[in-house]
């Protein structure tokens, strides 16, 4: 277990009563357009990072095969029934401060409505550079904004203390972050990310004209203004393309999991398990899911 606190969706409803039934066709929507301009064409080996019940999984067409990575068991387990057991999908519980992956195995990462729920969001994006192959892998982040107009609004009309014009996280909820995008350009670089595409997106979040206007409609639109994140981003919600540099080799032959306790690899796989030959911590597999986030007893 690490020291640093991790939001855990275990045993709740989030993709029903979020999604499903929580009026945001919309925003799915509009972050499907997103994703599909800055996905690439194809790929070998894609981690989703928050990958949750699998909700954006099926638009990862591109990739030969898909490691879903959530903190909640049981999250997996809903991705797990809505997607099945094909060889394609790889189903990890685990801890995003301590990755359970050898370094350079994947050449795409994907970390959607993830990162506004990281205390210390520098440390999870270096974690994410070093299971990346470099140079070149490909890397979507999405973050939750700071600096949205929202939120500009109601400082300049005195009705929130914060400021969204300082670099400094606000944490809105217990472990739920709005990030400014110079902080968050910032953290990418010094984890040895270039910058590539950003857009802006959800534009139109807001709730009469969800009520008023189609959901389609409404994504449509969006996807026309979301090429001006390019220029400033105002909206709640921002995506951005990077790509690694240095060199991280891809990884060797035959390697995938590693101890993340003592970093020791490859592991020893049963059926039921993989277990560290250095430490002599094992970790489950069970229905079908990897169990990182602490030892087997």
Same mark, same amino acid.
């Given at each position: 277990? +690490?020291?640093?606190?991790?939001?855990? &969706?275990?045993?709740?409803?989030?993709?029903?009563?979020?999604?499903? #039934?929580?009026?945001?066709?919309y925003e799915d929507r509009a972050e499907a357009i997103a994703l599909e301009r800055l996905l690439p064409a194809r790929g070998r080996l894609l981690l989703e990072l928050g990958a949750g019940a699998g909700r954006n999984t099926p638009r990862y067409t591109g990739y030969e095969r898909i490691v879903l990575l959530d903190y909640s068991r049981t999250q997996l387990e809903q991705a797990r029934a809505r997607l099945g057991d094909s060889p394609r999908y790889i189903y990890v519980?685990?801890?995003? &401060?301590?990755? /359970?992956?050898?370094?350079?195995?994947?050449?795409?990462?994907?970390?959607? #409505?993830?990162?506004?729920?990281?205390?210390? /969001?520098? $440390?999870?994006?270096?974690?994410?550079?070093?299971?990346?192959? !470099?140079?070149? =892998?490909?890397?979507?982040?999405?973050?939750?904004?700071?600096?949205?107009?929202?939120?500009?609004?109601? &400082?300049?009309?005195?009705?929130?203390?914060?400021? /969204?014009?300082?670099?400094?996280?606000?944490?809105?909820?217990?472990?739920?972050?709005?990030?400014?995008?110079?902080?968050?350009?910032?953290?990418?670089?010094? !984890?040895?990310?270039?910058?590539? *595409?950003?857009?802006?997106?959800?534009?139109? #979040?807001?709730?009469?004209? $969800?009520?008023?206007?189609?959901? *389609?409609?409404?994504? +449509?639109?969006?996807?026309?203004?979301?090429?001006?994140?390019?220029?400033?981003?105002?909206?709640?919600?921002?995506?951005?393309?990077?790509?690694?540099?240095?060199?991280?080799?891809? =990884?060797?032959?035959?390697?995938?999991?590693?101890?993340?306790?003592?970093?020791?690899?490859?592991?020893?796989?049963?059926?039921?398990?993989?277990?560290?030959?250095?430490?002599? *911590?094992?970790?489950?597999? *069970?229905?079908?899911? &990897?169990?990182? $986030?602490?030892?087997? !007893?």
């Open positions: 277990m +690490t020291n640093t606190p991790v939001c855990n &969706y275990e045993g709740s409803d989030y993709q029903t009563s979020f999604w499903d #039934r929580g009026g945001r066709e519980a685990a801890d995003i &401060y301590k990755l /359970p992956f050898v370094n350079g195995l994947f050449d795409g990462a994907t970390m959607i #409505r993830t990162l506004h729920h990281m205390a210390e /969001p520098a $440390k999870a994006l270096r974690q994410v550079h070093n299971v990346l192959c !470099s140079p070149g =892998a490909n890397f979507i982040l999405e973050y939750a904004n700071k600096q949205n107009l929202k939120a500009i609004l109601r &400082y300049a009309l005195r009705r929130q203390a914060w400021s /969204p014009f300082t670099l400094e996280a606000v944490e809105f909820a217990a472990l739920n972050f709005d990030f400014h995008p110079k902080a968050v350009r910032a953290w990418l670089t010094e !984890s040895g990310f270039t910058i590539g *595409r950003t857009l802006t997106v959800s534009h139109l #979040r807001i709730h009469l004209l $969800k009520r008023l206007v189609p959901a *389609r409609a409404l994504a +449509t639109l969006d996807g026309l203004l979301q090429f001006t994140g390019g220029l400033v981003q105002l909206t709640p919600s921002v995506f951005l393309s990077a790509e690694t540099t240095g060199e991280t080799p891809p =990884a060797p032959a035959g390697t995938f999991f590693k101890c993340p306790e003592c970093g020791r690899a490859p592991l020893e796989e049963s059926p039921d398990s993989v277990a560290c030959p250095a430490c002599g *911590r094992k970790y489950a597999f *069970r229905d079908g899911i &990897y169990n990182f $986030k602490e030892p087997a !007893s």
